[in-house]
């Protein structure tokens, strides 16, 4: 074997002696995996943010400076910080269409005849009203106006008022500001209601065509829809296929959040998307119930977070919580059998653990059939693709330090068999793949193309621990 040198030319006569340093035999061992996260989201006139051009944020407030206070990239940034605080996180911020704002009211009636409170929530927001005896119906209209205005940089909604009315109007247009819930609880003012109408007729959601254009030349790891309409999740979904295919060699995934129907989701999810590379968290939401409701777009904010905060591909995620989402009412809480469906169609469920924790139930891909249309549980796990895209990045940078500049004969190809299955036994050390035997391994100098070699590597990817049957024989002795 000829040792070559880059920077000691074999011609020099000059007595002497030279050193150089070689740098491609340092790493021995594997690339980390830390992930970046990026929130395509709506925004506001306030927000000083360039329309569809990314910019990192490091806190909520950065994120409400970028969009503008209680605009959907602001609230899905500040949920997904919630979720987890170390994220390395950017926003690109998505101007507003020609669409229409949903709006909805909060109508007072009845003289208060006690002193009490009110309880609103908007949102995830809670705002409290005090009512005094004999409080009119303005006066507390007026005081939940001002309520709802005192946390405006929380709030999804601006609010007005006329008389005995509270006007709420989403701060972004678009379908998104009817899936925000409004509800309420009255304490102890007996003699005054509230009649809530929800939010409606927001119309005509934002593309994100451009905000993708603007992005793919970066390298997100995460990608996160606010918009959960099936045009834009499939610009997203075309997106990733780009570039995670091997030509731009920059795999990533994407998701996005929903708390609607369920059946309306299953259909999306795994019959119009039915991608590997894309995940969906439920959270079921009934609009009336007397608490707080996190917003479809809070969720997958959430979930995305806790996804990129772990570095481990192929550990599961299951009962990871989602800090910061509001647990879903007893009675919206999902069934074992309404689990099951949504598993089935290629959708993550959440539920409410200890201490009214949301948590994962089983991190699943929108994938359900293969290109024939039969069920297939290939890529059923997102640990499955984050296991064969870290595998995939490990072994190509290794080729990368270990063959910038090699030319390529038997010895060589039989070289780059040597560190790939290096590779491989030290992703089996941290028991993200399986071993697999020497000749399992093909390496073969491409018979067309001068210059290329070309291997067969199988990537036996390490599944997750999700089910324990016991079987318990009873024996009287």
Same mark, same amino acid.
């Given at each position: 074997?000829?040792?070559?040198?880059?920077?000691?030319?074999?011609?020099?006569?000059?007595?002497?002696?030279?050193?150089?340093?070689?740098?491609?035999?340092?790493?021995?061992?594997?690339?980390?995996?830390?992930?970046?996260?990026?929130?395509?989201?709506?925004? &506001?006139?306030?927000?000083?943010?360039?329309?569809?051009?990314?910019?990192?944020?490091?806190?909520?407030?950065?994120?409400?400076?970028?969009?503008?206070?209680?605009?959907?990239?602001?609230?899905?940034?500040?949920?997904?910080?919630?979720?987890?605080?170390?994220?390395?996180?950017?926003?690109?911020?998505?101007?507003?269409?020609?669409?229409?704002?949903?709006?909805?009211?909060?109508?007072?009636?009845?003289?208060?005849?006690?002193?009490?409170?009110?309880?609103?929530?908007?949102?995830?927001?809670?705002?409290?009203?005090?009512?005094?005896?004999?409080?009119?119906?303005?006066?507390?209209?007026?005081?939940?106006?001002?309520?709802?205005?005192?946390?405006?940089?929380?709030?999804?909604?601006?609010?007005?008022?006329?008389?005995?009315?509270?006007?709420? &109007?989403?701060?972004?247009?678009?379908?998104?500001?009817?899936?925000?819930?409004?509800?309420?609880?009255?304490?102890?003012?007996?003699?005054?209601?509230?009649?809530?109408?929800?939010?409606?007729?927001?119309?005509?959601?934002?593309?994100?065509?451009?905000?993708?254009?603007?992005?793919?030349?970066?390298?997100?790891?995460?990608?996160?829809?606010?918009?959960?309409?099936?045009?834009?999740?499939?610009?997203?979904?075309?997106?990733?296929?780009?570039?995670?295919?091997?030509?731009?060699?920059?795999?990533?995934?994407? !998701?996005?959040?929903?708390?609607?129907?369920?059946?309306?989701?299953?259909?999306?999810?795994?019959?119009?998307?039915?991608?590997?590379?894309?995940?969906?968290?439920?959270?079921?939401?009934?609009?009336?119930?007397?608490?707080?409701?996190?917003?479809?777009?809070?969720?997958?904010?959430? !979930?995305?977070?806790?996804?990129?905060?772990?570095?481990?591909?192929?550990?599961?995620?299951?009962?990871?919580?989602?800090?910061?989402?509001?647990?879903?009412?007893?009675?919206?809480?999902?069934?074992?059998?309404?689990?099951?469906?949504?598993?089935?169609?290629?959708?993550?469920?959440?539920?409410?653990?200890?201490?009214?924790?949301?948590?994962?139930?089983?991190?699943?891909? &929108? !994938? &359900?059939?293969?290109?024939?249309?039969?069920?297939?549980?290939?890529?059923?796990?997102?640990?499955?693709?984050?296991?064969?895209?870290?595998?995939?990045?490990?072994?190509?940078?290794?080729?990368?330090?270990?063959?910038?500049?090699?030319?390529?004969?038997?010895?060589?190809?039989?070289?780059?068999?040597?560190?790939?299955?290096?590779?491989?036994?030290?992703?089996?050390?941290?028991?993200?793949?399986?071993?697999?035997?020497?000749?399992?391994?093909?390496?073969?100098?491409?018979?067309?193309?001068?210059?290329?070699?070309?291997?067969?590597?199988?990537?036996?990817?390490?599944?997750?621990?999700?089910?324990?049957?016991?079987?318990?024989?009873?024996?009287?002795?």
């Amino acid at each position: 074997m000829t040792i070559q040198f880059d920077n000691i030319p074999s011609s020099i006569r000059k007595p002497g002696r030279y050193t150089e340093y070689n740098a491609s035999l340092a790493a021995q061992g594997l690339p980390a995996n830390a992930k970046s996260m990026v929130i395509l989201g709506q925004k &506001t006139s306030a927000g000083i943010g360039t329309s569809n051009v990314p910019v990192k944020v490091f806190s909520s407030a950065d994120a409400i400076l970028q969009a503008g206070q209680g605009s959907v990239a602001a609230i899905a940034a500040d949920a997904a910080l919630k979720a987890n605080p170390n994220l390395q996180l950017s926003i690109v911020p998505i101007p507003d269409g020609a669409g229409a704002a949903a709006v909805g009211t909060i109508t007072v009636s009845g003289i208060a005849s006690a002193g009490g409170s009110f309880e609103i929530w908007i949102g995830n927001v809670r705002v409290e009203v005090t009512v005094n005896n004999g409080d009119a119906v303005n006066d507390i209209a007026t005081a939940i106006d001002a309520a709802i205005s005192d946390l405006e940089h929380l709030m999804p909604v601006t609010s007005g008022v006329s008389g005995a009315v509270v006007t709420l &109007t989403a701060r972004n247009l678009g379908v998104l500001g009817n899936n925000i819930a409004i509800s309420s609880k009255t304490n102890n003012v007996e003699t005054t209601a509230l009649a809530i109408v929800q939010p409606v007729d927001g119309a005509t959601d934002p593309s994100i065509a451009t905000a993708l254009t603007a992005i793919f030349p970066a390298d997100y790891d995460v990608v996160l829809c606010t918009l959960n309409d099936a045009t834009n999740l499939g610009l997203l979904k075309t997106h990733l296929t780009s570039q995670s295919a091997p030509t731009e060699d920059r795999p990533a995934t994407g !998701y996005f959040g929903y708390n609607g129907v369920q059946a309306t989701l299953e259909t999306l999810a795994g019959t119009t998307l039915n991608y590997e590379r894309l995940n969906v968290a439920y959270l079921k939401t009934t609009k009336t119930t007397e608490r707080g409701h996190s917003l479809d777009y809070e969720i997958g904010a959430a !979930y995305a977070s806790v996804v990129a905060g772990e570095e481990d591909p192929a550990r599961p995620l299951n009962t990871l919580p989602l800090a910061g989402i509001a647990p879903a009412a007893l009675e919206n809480q999902l069934s074992r059998t309404q689990q099951e469906s949504l598993l089935l169609n290629g959708v993550t469920p959440l539920e409410v653990g200890v201490g009214e924790a949301v948590q994962i139930v089983r991190a699943i891909t &929108t !994938y &359900t059939t293969d290109s024939t249309g039969t069920k297939s549980v290939a890529y059923l796990d997102l640990t499955t693709i984050l296991s064969l895209d870290f595998g995939k990045l490990a072994i190509e940078n290794r080729q990368a330090q270990r063959f910038p500049r090699t030319k390529l004969t038997t010895r060589t190809a039989a070289l780059v068999k040597t560190e790939v299955l290096d590779v491989i036994r030290l992703l089996n050390d941290l028991e993200i793949w399986n071993p697999v035997e020497p000749d399992e391994v093909i390496v073969e100098l491409d018979t067309q193309a001068v210059g290329r070699v070309n291997l067969q590597i199988p990537a036996k990817v390490v599944p997750g621990m999700h089910i324990i049957a016991n079987r318990l024989d009873l024996i009287l002795s």
